[in-house]
C-alpha cells in the first residue's frame, strides 16, 4: 500500500506553479496513460485557466485549496475547499478565481 499527502503535494504543486511562467503546476499521484483511472493534483495561480478541452472518459474535480470556475458552454459552477465538481461530457475550461488546487480524477472511456 502507498499513502501520501495531498496537503502537501498541493503545497508543492502551488510553489511550482508560483515560480512557473505558465502560472500551474501538476503532479500523477495515481495512474496515468496505461491506466483507466487517472488521479492529478493541479495547481493554478489565480487567475489562470486551463484552455477549452474535452473528457476522454468521466471525470470529477474535488477543490483541495481555493476557488475555481469549471464552465462548458453557457453554463458555469463555482467551487470552493472541499467542493467536488462533477465535469459534464463537453468541451470545458476550468479558471481559478484565486489560487488554487483541485485533484482531478479521470476514468478514461476505453477505446472499441
Known sequence: MKKMSLT???REQVASAERASSGRAAHT???GHEHVL???VIALVAGQTLAE???PGEATV???HGRVRLTAGEDAWEGSTGDLIIVPNSSHALEAIETS???LTVAKIPAP
Open 62 to 64: 474535488h477543490v483541495l
Open 29 to 31: 499521484v495515481f495512474g
Open 38 to 40: 487517472r488521479q492529478t
Open 53 to 55: 478541452h474535452n473528457n
Open 101 to 103: 488546487t483541485i485533484l
Open 8 to 10: 502537501a503535494l498541493a
